[in-house]
């Protein structure tokens, strides 16, 4: 069935330095990947996304990759700071023109503490 | 436009009772999916509604079900509530103008089964 891996599912890093957190999706007719930042006791924020048309997109400090070959897709985070600590979570949707579904599968998330 | 709204935000039940959450999507927005939040299960999908009309269904059991009403609010219902069932319930709407549509979160009912 459909399912999204996530790794690590904790990851501390130094304020300053990047962070990587890689997903796997099963379904080979995915075609639309976003990511999540959940902060403690709050709901999960849209933070990137990447089409399946698509191999890579950047905003500011965020970036996503895909590689649909491998069905593998990566969120990278440079300079981290504080308040980039949070739980990350990946997700894949296969969304047919019309929106025939939204369905999103989630990973299982990343804690991301990013030490002062 | 204001975000995505869900009430109640907390909820204590005991077994065997049912309990209705509510979600208003942003306006505008026609699409309205439901997820279960656990710390085993992490985020898993229970249904998505459009247009009144109930179009994808996750793996849940008939206890839980789901309506959306003409002005695109949707709520959802868990009967003979059971001690699994306690999770965060967040659902998320987004427009459907394009290929992919964005989906934006609530802040989630937090559900309490004792």
């Known amino acids: 069935g459909e399912n999204v891996e996530q790794h690590p599912s904790t990851l501390s890093v130094q304020e300053g330095d990047s962070a990587v957190i890689k997903c796997t999706y099963s379904?080979?007719?995915?075609?639309?990947f976003p990511w999540y930042k959940q902060e403690l006791g709050k709901r999960p924020q849209l933070i990137i996304d990447?089409?399946?048309?698509?191999g890579e997109k950047k905003d500011q400090r965020i970036a996503v990759t895909l590689n649909k070959t491998a069905k593998h897709f990566s969120l990278h985070i440079t300079e981290t700071q504080p308040e980039d600590s949070a739980v990350y979570f990946c997700?894949?949707?296969?969304?047919?023109?019309?929106?025939?579904?939204?369905?999103?599968?989630f990973g299982t998330g990343t804690l991301l503490a990013v030490q002062p | 436009k204001a975000g995505v709204t869900q009430t109640p935000r907390y909820l204590i039940k005991t077994r065997g009772q049912q309990v209705t959450l509510s979600c208003s999507p942003i306006?505008?927005?026609?699409?309205v999916s439901w997820y279960q939040q656990t710390p085993g299960q992490g985020l898993q999908f229970l249904f998505e509604?459009?247009?009144?009309?109930?179009?994808n269904k996750g793996n849940f059991p008939g206890r839980f079900s789901g309506r959306q009403f003409s002005n695109s609010r949707s709520e959802m219902n868990v009967s003979t509530l059971e001690l699994g069932d306690s999770a965060l319930y967040l659902c998320?709407?987004?427009?459907?103008?394009?290929?992919?549509?964005?989906?934006?979160f609530g802040p989630g009912t937090r559900l309490t089964v004792l």
């Open positions: 509604y459009f247009s009144e009309t109930q179009r």
């Open positions: 306006s505008g927005h026609r699409s």
């Open positions: 998320a709407s987004s427009y459907e103008d394009s290929l992919y549509n964005e989906q934006f």
């Open positions: 990447i089409r399946s048309n698509v």
């Open positions: 379904d080979s007719a995915s075609n639309y």
């Open positions: 997700a894949a949707s296969n969304q047919d023109y019309g929106g025939a579904t939204n369905k999103l599968i």
